[in-house]
């Protein structure tokens, strides 16, 4: 009855600022009333200006007023919520404390649609009309609601700043350029905003290509994780398929070779997840930079643009595709080849009935000291035969396919894909991984050449793709009278070196080190190559001369050495 009584609705008795009923209702100068929190909280975020204003007519205050609670309104409030009165809903039309307000509307101000920076005041849609239909105001600027129009104009002149200061990098108006700025470098801000816009979008561009190297490098990451994953599966099934022949003797060997590629692996993936995490971490931070750049291109306030853009345009260092090192995608076959190297080396010790034997721990991946003198490459000899379905019809095999011999008369044979045509040249029967050392002797006037090749090197014709040392399949170290050269993907070097009739070979598949010595009375080292190998190597043999021979050595070992992991 008393809400009837009074014609009182809840929009009467609401807070413009938090839209809800009155609580401990105040009044300020202006007439309107606040909750008492709300217009102090209102006032404590002008307190820099030392001026405050009222939300709803806008009208200033200085000092700031001294609130007293408005005992009736208050008393009236309560009596009301006792009805059921609630708080009017919130009309969305009208501006609150954090919207800009129309400078024209009196009474509760409408939110303001545009403002002009001709003008340097916000309108709503009703007091708008003008701009759009006056030519009054056809050359006005209009642009979207904003509280900050004040600083467009000159604090020294009271001047809109149109003009743009090169020399001091700041916005000026006319009057300034004519005085303390006379002479500088000065264009419209404009002007100067168009230039700044063509940079803007040059970083941009750049920032979006970083963007996309930056995703193609994640990729080719992502994809050498596969490969690490499915190296490192086959790895330990084949580790685990050879071991079970030994399983009594080898079960402490299996589980640690099990352990070590499991380490190998986790700490491969662990650097490529980091470097990847980085990569992903730069691509979030560009993409944010360009979208607070996109923000900015699209700002209309050329002050606030040319204002804003300095502290935002540095980009931080990019991190160059050239730092991502990736490996050969091959990881962990060497462990299976050697893990195969261990069971036929204990085979052999268990011929000889040798139990004494004890492998030397190595990490998976760290290559041991290279050998220094020629015992120490005995301890990795190992017998290597020919293999006949290589050699051409010139190249006659013997002492048990360890010896070729290149014979005038042709032999008959049949056709075999592997097997050379024309070049006298023959491979091994064996494949090389791992740790090898092994000593071809010849003799002979023409001389012969000592190689390593992989299996897919050419066979048939006399084009360099056959020819040992001519490609990039084979490395081959020629050998004649009392001179040495090497070649390697038709590049010869030429060697110096005492003569010997004897050369050895030693290679470190996994470390990528393939060594020429020769093998007389004193070991000399007489070249050596540093490179990665992709597959497997064979020893090959290419005999120059009729009757001229080249010959596997029989090595006697001083002590059987297992192959290490």
Same mark, same amino acid.
């Given at each position: 009855?008393?809400?009837?009584?009074?014609?009182?609705?809840?929009?009467?008795?609401?807070?413009?600022?938090?839209?809800?009923?009155?609580?401990?209702?105040?009044?300020?100068?202006?007439?309107?009333?606040?909750?008492?929190?709300?217009?102090? /909280?209102?006032?404590?975020?002008?307190?820099?200006?030392?001026?405050?204003?009222?939300?709803?007519?806008?009208?200033?205050?200085?000092?700031?007023?001294?609130?007293?609670?408005?005992?009736? @309104?208050?008393? @009236?409030?309560?009596?009301?919520?006792? &009805?059921?009165?609630?708080?009017?809903?919130?009309?969305?039309?009208? #501006?609150?404390?954090?919207?800009?307000?129309?400078?024209?509307?009196?009474?509760?101000? @409408?939110?303001?649609?545009?403002?002009?920076?001709?003008?340097?005041? /916000?309108?709503? !849609?009703?007091? =708008?009309?003008?701009?759009?239909?006056?030519?009054?105001?056809?050359? *006005?600027?209009?642009?979207?609601?904003?509280?900050?129009?004040?600083?467009?104009?000159?604090?020294?002149?009271?001047?809109?700043?149109?003009?743009?200061?090169?020399?001091?990098? +700041?916005?000026?108006?006319?009057?300034?350029?004519?005085?303390?700025?006379?002479?500088?470098?000065?264009?419209?801000?404009?002007?100067?905003?168009? %230039?700044?816009?063509?940079? @803007?979008?040059?970083?941009?561009?750049?920032?979006? +290509?970083?963007?996309?190297?930056?995703?193609?490098?994640?990729?080719?990451?992502?994809?050498?994780?596969?490969?690490?994953?499915?190296?490192?599966?086959?790895? #330990? !099934?084949? /580790?685990?398929?050879?071991?079970?022949?030994?399983?009594? =003797?080898?079960?402490?060997?299996?589980?640690?070779?099990?352990?070590?590629?499991?380490?190998? +692996?986790?700490?491969?993936?662990?650097?490529?997840?980091?470097? +990847?995490?980085?990569?992903?971490?730069?691509?979030? !931070?560009?993409?944010?930079?360009?979208?607070?750049?996109?923000?900015?291109?699209?700002?209309?306030?050329?002050?606030?643009?040319?204002?804003?853009?300095?502290?935002?345009?540095?980009?931080?260092?990019? &991190?160059?595709?050239?730092?991502?090192?990736?490996?050969?995608?091959?990881? $962990?076959?060497?462990?299976?080849?050697?893990?195969?190297?261990?069971?036929?080396?204990?085979?052999?010790?268990?011929?000889?009935?040798?139990?004494?034997?004890?492998?030397?721990?190595?990490?998976?991946?760290?290559?041991?000291?290279?050998?220094?003198?020629?015992?120490?490459?005995?301890?990795?000899?190992?017998?290597?035969?020919?293999?006949?379905?290589?050699?051409?019809?010139?190249? =006659?095999?013997?002492?048990?396919?360890?010896?070729?011999?290149?014979?005038? %008369?042709?032999?008959?044979?049949?056709?075999?894909?592997?097997?050379?045509?024309?070049?006298?040249?023959?491979?091994?029967?064996?494949?090389?991984?791992?740790?090898?050392?092994?000593?071809?002797?010849?003799?002979?006037?023409?001389?012969?050449?000592?190689?390593?090749?992989?299996?897919?090197?050419?066979?048939?014709?006399?084009?360099?793709?056959?020819?040992?040392?001519?490609?990039?399949?084979?490395?081959?170290?020629?050998?004649?009278?009392?001179?040495?050269?090497?070649?390697?993907?038709?590049?010869?070097?030429?060697?110096?070196?005492?003569?010997?009739?004897?050369?050895?070979?030693?290679?470190? *598949?996994?470390?990528?080190?393939?060594?020429?010595?020769?093998?007389? %009375?004193?070991?000399?080292?007489?070249?050596?190559?540093?490179?990665? $190998?992709?597959?497997?190597?064979?020893?090959?043999?290419?005999?120059?001369?009729?009757?001229?021979?080249?010959?596997?050595?029989?090595?006697?070992?001083?002590?059987?050495?297992?192959?290490?992991?």
């Amino acid at each position: 009855m008393a809400q009837k009584g009074l014609g009182l609705d809840g929009e009467m008795i609401s807070c413009s600022i938090c839209l809800d009923l009155l609580r401990d209702p105040v009044t300020i100068p202006c007439g309107h009333n606040y909750c008492m929190n709300c217009i102090e /909280s209102h006032w404590d975020t002008e307190e820099e200006k030392r001026i405050h204003s009222c939300p709803q007519c806008r009208k200033t205050f200085a000092p700031r007023p001294v609130l007293l609670k408005n005992t009736m @309104l208050a008393e @009236l409030v309560e009596e009301l919520k006792k &009805t059921g009165v609630q708080a009017a809903p919130a009309d969305r039309r009208y #501006a609150g404390p954090e919207d800009v307000a129309c400078d024209f509307c009196t009474g509760r101000k @409408l939110k303001a649609l545009k403002s002009c920076v001709v003008c340097l005041a /916000s309108y709503c !849609e009703g007091h =708008l009309q003008p701009h759009y239909e006056s030519l009054t105001f056809k050359n *006005h600027k209009l642009v979207n609601p904003s509280e900050k129009l004040q600083e467009n104009i000159c604090s020294r002149h009271d001047e809109v700043m149109k003009i743009y200061c090169r020399t001091d990098q +700041q916005c000026i108006c006319y009057l300034c350029s004519m005085d303390q700025h006379k002479g500088h470098d000065t264009v419209s801000a404009a002007a100067e905003r168009t %230039e700044r816009q063509r940079e @803007l979008e040059g970083t941009r561009q750049n920032i979006q +290509q970083r963007i996309r190297d930056r995703v193609k490098d994640v990729k080719v990451l992502q994809r050498e994780v596969a490969v690490i994953n499915r190296s490192a599966d086959k790895a #330990a !099934e084949d /580790s685990e398929r050879i071991f079970t022949q030994l399983i009594r =003797l080898m079960e402490q060997r299996r589980s640690d070779v099990r352990q070590q590629v499991r380490s190998q +692996q986790e700490a491969e993936l662990s650097r490529v997840k980091e470097l +990847q995490e980085k990569l992903e971490r730069e691509i979030a !931070e560009l993409k944010r930079k360009d979208a607070e750049l996109e923000q900015l291109s699209h700002t209309e306030d050329h002050n606030r643009f040319l204002h804003d853009c300095p502290s935002i345009s540095a980009l931080r260092e990019s &991190t160059h595709s050239s730092s991502i090192n990736i490996r050969p995608q091959r990881y $962990f076959e060497d462990v299976t080849a050697a893990v195969s190297e261990i069971r036929d080396k204990l085979q052999d010790v268990l011929r000889q009935k040798r139990t004494d034997v004890s492998p030397t721990e190595t990490k998976v991946g760290v290559s041991p000291s290279e050998p220094k003198t020629r015992a120490d490459f005995l301890k990795y000899s190992r017998e290597i035969t020919l293999d006949p379905s290589t050699a051409p019809s010139h190249l =006659l095999l013997s002492k048990g396919n360890r010896k070729a011999t290149r014979m005038r %008369e042709q032999r008959s044979h049949s056709d075999l894909r592997d097997r050379f045509t024309r070049p006298c040249h023959v491979l091994s029967r064996e494949s090389l991984i791992g740790r090898r050392y092994w000593e071809v002797e010849w003799t002979g006037a023409g001389g012969v050449c000592v190689a390593v090749a992989y299996k897919n090197i050419g066979r048939a014709g006399r084009s360099h793709e056959c020819i040992f040392g001519r490609n990039d399949k084979s490395w081959g170290l020629y050998c004649g009278g009392n001179s040495y050269s090497f070649w390697y993907n038709d590049v010869e070097t030429p060697v110096s070196g005492p003569p010997a009739s004897r050369v050895g070979v030693y290679l470190d *598949h996994s470390a990528g080190v393939l060594s020429f010595c020769s093998a007389g %009375e004193t070991t000399t080292l007489l070249h050596r190559v540093q490179t990665t $190998f992709t597959q497997p190597l064979y020893a090959g043999l290419y005999v120059r001369s009729y009757g001229d021979t080249a010959e596997f050595c029989v090595l006697k070992q001083t002590e059987v050495t297992m192959m290490t992991l």
